[in-house]
């Protein structure tokens, strides 16, 4: 697939933001709210960091409060923080018919409506569930849900659908049909008219009755143009129901028993470019609803990506202070040394330049992620970024 420089940004993530979230969690679950900094050096190997912890922490004031008591040094949330992390908090609370139409449709869209607890969870925060949703929403509404375990085990705990609620059972394809007036379902296609063959092939594939993601698939030949119409449409719905309109392959591949889709997923959602994009950014792959996106802006933001961007851009404002405090001390230590400001400048810019910096790298190299290219570390930093407990 050609690859779309504004989609491709869509799809980065702030390394920093991630791991600045993590620690921000790590924090919230600590007694009295307040982290030891030998406890959090502790924990770095897992955040992917290498470094002095209260480097780290130093570079972001905007966010973290480092005190020294007790003979030691600790860390706790600033005011600003804690603000966004009640306001967080707050439109959890007033999204829970959300998450209850979310989780409803969700097993309403699978084979037997009855989803594996691990499975649900693999997609929890790109859904924006709270991690206490099975006691928050599953147990707050039996009359729509109930937790089933038949083998005894945790692994084998599942949540099942006790009803069927047919407002539910209308998907966002459907939903923007009724908006417009149209009388049939079809899908957009987000593709410059250029792309001619491309549009060919999708003029074909709409002439295929549009098949709703919550009818059951059975009913269907597997291999046809009907079931391609449904899986593309299952895909498209649970894509619309995660906060930024996105998921890695593997994550949906892991719903395929449940979903009914076909063991080659990646190939589907390449045969159809003007409804999907696809990406391998950082080699792994990424699915993205286009349509959801103008340029590299959602078009729709839920509550919780508001939020959570506030967060993004407290963080910016605390490492540009420190960067500019940085600068300050840099350059007097300079003048004090009697060397010219314009050739170091121009000897900073030919180093960034040979080593290809990235504008997010710190001035001094220090604490830096590993590299994304190690198979394991790789796992774990994805682990973070597509469970978006940040997304």
């Known amino acids: 697939m050609k690859k779309d420089p504004d989609l491709e940004s869509a799809l980065s993530r702030n390394r920093r933001w991630i791991v600045n979230n993590q620690i921000k969690n790590i924090i919230l679950r600590h007694p009295n709210q307040e982290i030891p900094i030998a406890f959090l050096q502790k924990k770095f190997k897992t955040l992917d960091l290498k470094g002095k912890a209260l480097n780290w922490l130093h570079k972001y004031p905007s966010c973290f409060n480092v005190t020294f008591t007790s003979e030691e040094h600790c860390c706790h949330l600033s005011k600003r923080m804690m603000s966004l992390v009640e306001e967080e908090e707050s439109v959890r609370e007033s999204q829970e018919n959300a998450f209850v139409c979310r989780l409803a449709k969700l097993l309403m869209m699978s084979v037997n409506k009855r989803i594996n607890v691990l499975k649900i969870n693999e997609l929890k925060r790109n859904l924006g ?50 908006r417009s007036g149209n009388i049939r379902p079809t899908f957009s296609c987000s593709l410059p008219f250029s792309w001619v063959k491309s549009w060919e092939r999708f003029r074909e594939f709409d002439l295929v009755p549009y098949f709703s993601p919550y009818v059951d698939p059975r009913e269907l030949v597997e291999g046809s ?47 159809h470019p003007g409804i999907f994009y696809v990406s391998n950014k950082y080699q792994i792959y990424t699915v993205l609803l286009r349509e959801a996106y103008v340029g590299s802006k ?47 400048d121009e000897v900073k810019c030919r180093r960034r330049r040979s080593e290809n910096a990235d504008s997010d790298d710190d001035e001094d190299g220090d604490n830096k992620l590993g590299g994304l290219f190690d198979p394991e570390e790789r796992k774990r930093f994805y682990k973070v970024l597509f469970d978006d407990d940040t997304s």
């Open 129 to 178: 569930f709270p991690d206490d949703y099975i006691v928050r929403i599953v147990a707050k509404y039996p009359n729509l849900f109930r937790v089933v375990n038949e083998g005894g085990r945790k692994s084998s705990m599942e949540i099942e659908l006790v009803h069927w609620d047919p407002q539910f059972a209308v998907s966002t394809v459907e939903t923007a049909a009724r």
């Open 225 to 271: 143009k009907e079931m391609e119409k449904r899986n593309v449409g299952l895909v498209h719905e649970v894509l619309s129901l995660t906060l930024w309109k996105k998921s890695s392959i593997v994550k949906l591949g892991h719903f395929r028993r449940e979903f009914a889709l076909p063991d080659r997923l990646n190939v589907l959602l390449l045969k």
């Open 298 to 344: 959602l078009v729709e933001k839920d509550p919780l990506v508001v939020v959570k961007e506030k967060f993004g851009e407290l963080m910016q404002e605390g490492l540009h202070e420190y960067n500019q405090r940085r600068r300050h001390i840099n350059m007097e230590k300079r003048r004090k040394k009697g060397v010219p400001l314009a050739r170091v």
